[in-house]
C-alpha cells in the first residue's frame, strides 16, 4: 500500500496578515507548514497556536 505524499508548505511572513491566514488554512488541511520569519516571540506564537506539524525559522530572507 503505497503511503501518502508529504504536503510541506513554506511561506515567508507566516505571522502576521495574509501569511498568518494561509499558514492557519494549509494546517488545517494537512500540511506542514514551514514559517519564515523575522519576528521569533511573533514565530513561536504560530507555533504554538497550529501545533504539531509547524516549525518556524527567523531571519531576513529579503
Do not use: I, K, N
Request: hydrophobic share 40%; with cysteine; glycine share 12%.
Amino acid at each position: 500500500m503505497p503511503s501518502e505524499p508529504l504536503r510541506l508548505a513554506v511561506l515567508t511572513g507566516g505571522s502576521t496578515g495574509l501569511g498568518l491566514a494561509l499558514c492557519e488554512a494549509l494546517a488545517e488541511c494537512g500540511y506542514r507548514v514551514l514559517e519564515l520569519s523575522r519576528s521569533a516571540p511573533h514565530a513561536y506564537s504560530v507555533q504554538l497556536d497550529l501545533g504539531f506539524g509547524t516549525r518556524y525559522e527567523v531571519g531576513d530572507y529579503a
